[in-house]
């Protein structure tokens, strides 16, 4: 499954990422592509925990 990302340059330093279709789901990195790396990791690490009820889906 594909999600869309938002990647926005950081105000002090890099990136920071969000993933609008998961609330919460936020990461950062030093480059853009240690962004996208970090938001697929933070992607993969929320929906673990809504598919194990460790979050809710609000």
């Known amino acids: 499954m594909n999600y869309r990302i938002l990647i926005e340059k950081g105000e002090n330093f890099g990136y920071v990422a969000h993933c609008p279709a998961i ?3 936020h990461s950062q990195g030093n480059t853009m592509e240690e962004a996208i790396e970090n938001i697929k ?6 929906l673990s925990a809504l598919t194990e ?5 609000d």
């Open 23 to 25: 609330p919460g789901c």
């Open 53 to 57: 009820g460790l979050i809710s889906a």
């Open 41 to 46: 990791d933070a992607i993969r690490g929320c």
